[in-house]
T-cell receptor, first 113, second 118 residues
């Protein structure tokens, strides 16, 4: 079964502290993985995707196929990082040639001043 | 604003009534998705369209739910004989990708339509 697990519902850190939001996935093929973010009163939007291998707003995420993880990290958290973060998996549906994206339950990050 | 547009944004209905939500995706986006989100949960996949073809439906989508995308542009999601358990945020999203195109897989979400069944 395809599944995304985010074990922490809430993560609270102080400004300037490192932050790591955990994500584990279950998928037998080669997944495409994403982190989406929802800031207060804004729509859900893409933060980063693993195939881009880029850093967005200081966040990075590395795909670890051995551990089936895609943890999101930032060395120094900022107050404006406070938001809801969703890890997502997009498996390829060979039968239909299309894609759907499966989301985890989300982790709320709260960065304290 | 040229993003994904959904309406109505809020709907309160009595149990047993039918409701319909509309989604206008980003222009020229081939794929359109419907998700449902309840408090404390991430978006749950309901169904998606590649142009006008409905390619996959989740088992979450009971017979009371139907979605259409008649001309491959806007989409509607209808819920018949609503139940209190249908109360949720219904999210629409679109992405540019064509069939088998993995490069256009970033999802662009609308602001959602809140449904409250009383």
């Amino acid at each position: 079964a395809q599944r995304v697990t985010q074990p922490e519902k809430l993560l609270s850190v102080f400004k300037g502290a490192p932050v790591e939001l955990k994500c584990n996935y279950s998928y037998s093929g080669s997944p495409e993985l994403f982190w989406y973010v929802q800031y207060s009163r804004q729509r859900l939007q893409l933060l980063l995707r693993h195939i881009s291998r880029e850093s967005i707003k200081g966040f990075t995420a590395d795909l670890n196929k051995g551990e089936t993880s895609f943890h999101l990290k930032k060395p120094f958290a900022q107050e404006e990082d406070s938001a809801m973060y969703y890890c997502a998996l997009s498996p390829y549906s060979g039968n239909t040639g299309g894609f759907k994206t499966i989301f985890g339950a989300g982790t709320r990050l709260f960065v304290k001043a | 604003d040229t993003g994904v547009s959904q309406n109505p944004r809020h709907k309160i209905t009595k149990r047993g009534q039918n409701v319909t939500f509309r989604c206008d995706p980003i222009s020229e986006h081939n794929r359109l998705y419907w998700y449902r989100q309840t408090l404390g949960q991430g978006p749950e996949f309901l169904t998606y369209f590649q142009n006008e073809a409905q390619l996959e439906k989740s088992r979450l989508l009971s017979d009371r739910f139907s979605a259409e995308r008649p001309k491959g542009s806007f989409s509607t999601l209808e819920i018949q004989r609503t139940e209190q358990g249908d109360s949720a945020m219904y999210l629409c999203a679109s992405t540019p990708g064509g069939m088998g195109d993995i490069s256009g897989n970033t999802i662009y979400f609308g602001e959602g339509s809140w449904l409250t069944v009383v």
